[in-house]
């Protein structure tokens, strides 16, 4: 039996698993704290010229000030380049564990960049293989594994921003393994925005690209100042009001979109029968183009944003955590009211202790109101509103089918907010963040969201009452639930 028949013969009988999965591993030095079986050799030198490096050119600062004030929070560029696996240069077996493992580096840079992310249009790992992305400061990503391929075809798989201006792929495989991955990189994407949840101290850069790097820095040193929202937001986890919000916060995710270039928010709702059913619903790709040219089968989310002690609100200890998936699916929309409903692909793990959260169609929603958001790219902020909502829009809305909030009474919201809920007095979700007007810098601009009534009649509803079990006079109102509460109680039931 031939090679290709052999491979043919494995690849086919690795189990479907529809889901892609990752493991974000904070830093490792040596062998501990990896996820897979053979962790990486990270600790020799990355810069040395024993790893084939591709040095990719920066994109202009033209190219960059075309998208620096676009809607939602776009943070960095996608740039075209093709890279691919070369099984001829695999190393010679290295020693590891008393068994020989072959292994294979390359290097990806591009001078200047504040964090960088690999697209791959072709994506296939065999099964007993693993690989791994890590940057400078030694942060992991991986092991992936033949449970992030498809049984049939290769297919596309992107990786989260790690920050810094170079990453090492790192393929590892075991003498048994016959086959050769097929991993072709098609996008390299060049963070030219600080985003808070990358900021640690990067080691000073001492090589042939320094003078490259400075460069670089002067260019996009203006915008590299501005590294969180603006100071007029109200961090939820670290003020007294956010305290009555804590499991709707939960509820409250990033999406990560648009080939790793932009950030918007989404929110996790619960459904008429209470099955635990993974619905997110955003804005809509009318607004911003949140999801238009994302391929949604490998977009991200990350839950638990956010900031998860203050210490006196001293920032040197706040410490931020979040929680990564991947895989969306699309189920409904409309530019009536410009929502997304989609579906998150992966099944989210019980320690995300995530939240599904209420809505409602009441026609006059009761304030005070509530806004939960990621602004810029930023920890998760709360909003406050105590006026009342009015039916309003613009032209590209003009049924009126959105809310407008005025002024805020307290906080706002900037891009990478849009997608976001708007919650009521009885934490019940009436709306999504179309945009708007307001910021730090225009506290008096207003705020349009789409409104949920609408959004349920324009699509919400197949999916959030797929049986028609809600009464259908007068407005439906369904409570928020922990999704760990609703998985118990469906295992008892199974018991």
Known sequence: MGMLSRCTMIYLSHTV???????????????????????????????????????????????????????????AKSIPVSISFPAEELSPPFTFADKSHHRWKIKVFSAGALSLSLIFDTWWIPEGAEVYVYNSQQIVLGAFTAATSSSQHAHAFKTSPLQGDYLVIEYVSPPHVKCSPKIHISRIVYGYKHVPFLETSLPQQQDSHSSEISRNQRIFSKKKRHQHSGRCNVDLSCDIAGIDWSNEARSVAVLLTDENQMYCTGVLLNNVLHDGRQLLLTVSVKAYHCTKSSHLATDIVMFNHQRRTCNGYSKNKLTPYSDTLHGLKWLAGSPISDFALLEIQEPIPSKYNVYLAGWSTIEAPVPPFVGIHH??????KLSIYDGHLIPACWSECPLKGHWK????????????????????????????????????????????????NTSWRSGLEAFLDPKNQAITTGAIQIDGVYLNRIKSKIQRDST
Not at 35 to 48: E, Q
Not at 375 to 380: M, R
Not at 424 to 445: E, F
């Open 375 to 380: 602004p810029s790219g930023d920890y998760k």
């Open 17 to 75: 698993i529809a889901v892609l999965l990752l493991y974000y591993i904070h830093p490792i030095y040596g062998h501990s704290g990896y996820a897979g079986r053979y962790p990486p050799l990270i600790n020799t030198n990355n810069n040395s010229s024993s790893i084939k490096t591709h040095d990719i050119p920066p994109p202009s600062s033209v190219d960059i000030d075309s998208f620096y004030d676009s809607k939602p929070f776009q943070f």
């Open 405 to 452: 909030v005025e002024r805020w009474t307290r906080g706002t919201t900037e891009p990478g907010s849009s997608g976001s809920p708007l919650f009521d007095a009885n934490h019940r979700v009436v709306g999504q963040l179309h945009g708007g007007r307001s910021s730090c810098r225009n506290i008096r601009g207003q705020d349009v969201y789409g409104s949920f």
